[in-house]
């Protein structure tokens, strides 16, 4: 009984409210320490996709959690980045800091990301498991074959028209932002005057992530692949698959790349329309992971 008299008092001086964009950091150092090696400079295009859609719960002035919640658009959004410190956790923050985020994205169908282990958390909230997605790792180096050129030769309006035929959402702020981040390489096959596939490789806190990788076929995603980890000869580098493109599990393996890591892509409604078959590397897992 004094556990949860306890606990009670604790939550009646947690405060929830928006995050600002300089406390962006403080949830990007907390994935950083659950292991999930975001990106340097991933805070800012996730902020920027949509700046009211974080919340961070803070105790006597201390930051002690956080949240995301991004709507993409009217009726699709992401819950994502949702941590407690793990001292201040089973005393009931993460359920005022989910509540918080699901109230934000009421009427929209909302995607996750979530650690294996939290699935049955997300069942009980009306979550269901569509597919898992792998996390490998390999190693960089290589040859940059031809027919690859910089995303920059690409026009930016057909590179949104490409994105809008794999993502169920028009994110034209995040794509920006991911396309032109510091420490990173942005590269694009064209094919008869037209996308057929384009990449990002940038630096995380460890090695390198490649992703998105999206394209029209295997072909085409491996020069593209090979083309970005022929910018980092040596280092770490990862690759995050959804598991039901086999293509994309095939390329993975072929370059002796290992699973180190899954999570679980779950709906809270129908799955949206998605072009798995195009989809060899997603863009992030960090603004879906979870763990309250």
Same mark, same amino acid.
């Given at each position: 009984?004094?556990?949860?008299?306890?606990?009670?008092?604790?939550?009646? $001086?947690?405060?929830?409210?928006?995050?600002?964009?300089?406390?962006?950091?403080?949830?990007?150092?907390?994935?950083?320490?659950?292991?999930?090696?975001?990106?340097?400079?991933?805070?800012?295009?996730?902020?920027?996709?949509?700046?009211?859609?974080?919340?961070?719960?803070?105790?006597?002035?201390?930051?002690?959690?956080?949240?995301?919640?991004?709507?993409?658009?009217?009726?699709?959004?992401?819950?994502?980045?949702?941590?407690?410190?793990?001292?201040?956790?089973?005393?009931?923050?993460?359920?005022?800091?989910?509540?918080?985020?699901?109230?934000?994205?009421?009427?929209?169908?909302?995607?996750?990301?979530?650690?294996?282990?939290?699935?049955?958390?997300?069942? $009980?909230?009306?979550?269901?498991?569509?597919?898992?997605?792998?996390?490998?790792?390999?190693?960089?180096?290589?040859?940059?074959?031809?027919?690859?050129?910089?995303?920059?030769?690409?026009?930016?309006?057909?590179?949104?028209?490409?994105?809008?035929?794999?993502?169920?959402?028009?994110?034209?702020?995040?794509?920006?932002?991911?396309?032109?981040?510091?420490?990173?390489?942005?590269?694009?096959?064209?094919?008869?005057?037209?996308?057929?596939?384009?990449?990002?490789?940038?630096?995380?806190?460890?090695?390198?992530?490649?992703?998105?990788?999206?394209?029209?076929?295997?072909?085409?995603?491996?020069?593209?692949?090979?083309?970005?980890?022929?910018?980092?000869?040596?280092?770490?580098?990862?690759?995050?698959?959804?598991?039901?493109?086999?293509?994309?599990?095939?390329?993975?393996?072929?370059?002796?790349?290992?699973?180190?890591?899954?999570?679980?892509?779950?709906?809270?409604?129908?799955?949206?329309?998605?072009?798995?078959?195009?989809?060899?590397?997603?863009?992030?897992?960090?603004?879906?992971?979870?763990?309250?």
């Amino acid at each position: 009984m004094q556990q949860g008299t306890d606990d009670q008092a604790i939550l009646d $001086r947690l405060s929830i409210r928006r995050m600002t964009r300089d406390e962006v950091a403080f949830i990007i150092d907390l994935a950083a320490e659950e292991g999930w090696n975001p990106g340097i400079h991933d805070g800012r295009c996730f902020y920027a996709t949509d700046p009211n859609g974080f919340f961070v719960g803070e105790l006597d002035g201390e930051l002690v959690g956080s949240i995301s919640a991004v709507a993409y658009n009217d009726s699709f959004g992401f819950i994502g980045l949702y941590i407690v410190k793990p001292e201040f956790r089973g005393k009931g923050m993460g359920t005022r800091l989910w509540d918080v985020g699901r109230a934000y994205l009421t009427d929209h169908s909302i995607e996750l990301d979530g650690v294996v282990a939290q699935q049955p958390y997300y069942n $009980r909230h009306g979550f269901r498991i569509e597919y898992q997605n792998l996390r490998y790792e390999g190693v960089g180096g290589g040859i940059m074959p031809e027919g690859v050129v910089e995303i920059s030769e690409v026009p930016y309006k057909e590179l949104l028209v490409y994105d809008a035929g794999i993502f169920p959402a028009a994110i034209p702020q995040f794509l920006k932002c991911w396309i032109e981040q510091p420490e990173s390489v942005a590269l694009a096959v064209v094919k008869d005057s037209r996308v057929a596939g384009y990449g990002v490789i940038r630096k995380c806190r460890t090695g390198h992530k490649i992703g998105p990788l999206f394209a029209d076929n295997e072909h085409i995603a491996e020069n593209l692949f090979a083309a970005l980890k022929s910018h980092v000869p040596g280092e770490s580098i990862f690759l995050d698959t959804p598991e039901v493109n086999p293509k994309a599990v095939a390329l993975a393996e072929r370059h002796h790349m290992h699973v180190m890591f899954q999570t679980v892509r779950m709906y809270s409604r129908e799955e949206p329309h998605i072009s798995r078959t195009r989809i060899f590397g997603v863009s992030t897992f960090e603004l879906g992971l979870m763990l309250k």
